[in-house]
């Protein structure tokens, strides 16, 4: 049973950084594709960004485009989110998630079979 454990949420002013972090459990997270998404309050859920299980392939939504990165360290079964220049507008729940994909295969936003409770991201002055 996969298990999903985000950490590193908090509260920054605009324009500072964070890195938040999905630590797996009961898989061998080498075999997922991992992506983050996010809730704000009276919005619906937004796919931020993913990464195959190669690491080969990302995506990125265009609203985060040029400030966010996702890796991923395998040997720590960890996918990571570093988030750079962030603005009041990212303020959310982010959350991972995973599904089962093929070495090789691309990832996408939509159709996630498992998830993480998620992480307070605040961003104010």
């Known amino acids: 049973q996969v298990q999903l454990v985000e950490s590193g949420g908090g509260l920054v002013q605009p324009g500072g950084s964070l890195r938040l972090s999905c630590a797996a459990s009961?898989?061998?997270?080498?075999?997922?594709?991992v992506g983050w998404f996010r809730q704000a309050p009276g919005k619906e859920r937004e796919g931020v960004s993913c990464?195959?299980?190669?690491?080969?392939?990302?995506r990125y939504a265009d609203s985060v485009k040029g400030r966010i990165t996702i890796s991923r360290d395998n040997a720590k079964n960890t996918v990571y989110l570093q988030m750079n220049s962030l603005k009041p507008e990212d303020t959310a729940v982010y959350s991972c998630?995973?599904?089962?994909?093929?070495?090789?295969?691309?990832?996408?936003?939509?159709?996630?079979?498992?998830w993480g409770q998620g992480t307070q991201v605040t961003v104010s002055s």
């Open positions: 998630a995973t599904y089962s994909s093929p070495y090789g295969s691309g990832c996408r936003l939509t159709h996630y079979d498992s």
């Open positions: 990464i195959s299980s190669s690491s080969l392939s990302t």
């Open positions: 009961g898989v061998t997270l080498n075999y997922y594709a």
